[in-house]
């Protein structure tokens, strides 16, 4: 029997332990880590932000797209760590500076270029500072961005 065809492996807690599984959300966090792979989108819309970072770390990656728009920005901050950088567009507008520095830390030109107009002056320097990496004489059409304006190299 696979490990996700029935809840042989779950042992019901006794009426102590439920409560304290309830309430400790470190408790809760160790029992995701323990999850089966196949379980643990069930896990993405738990109350607890503690459980759902823990979940962020370990589900598969075609499950970590729907985590971009977790209510918790440590949680979306970890998801910036993890998906691919082409896919990080979609974090580059994300409310808290935070998660739009660690997009700007990993993300492709496009997102970049986004970045580099940010209100937040760590997310602007650390666009800027990747844009640099981009531009470059040894990389043809290299994007270059300067203060309001756009253009291909």
Known sequence: ???????????????CCACSLRSDSSARAGVVRRLPACLLPAAMTDPDPEVRCEVARLIAEEWLTAMVWD???GVRLIVAGRLRPEQLTVLAGDCDPRVRAAVAGRAVPSALLRLVED?????QRVARLRLGMWH???RPFAIS???GKRHLM
């Not at 029997?1 to 009426?15: A, F, H, K, L």
């Not at 209100?119 to 997310?123: Q, S």
């Open 1 to 15: 029997m696979d490990e996700c065809d029935g809840p042989d492996w779950i042992v019901e807690p006794t009426p």
């Open 145 to 147: 961005a300067v203060r």
């Open 119 to 123: 209100d937040a002056e760590e997310v």
């Open 136 to 138: 470059h004489p040894g």
């Open 71 to 73: 209510r918790d920005a």
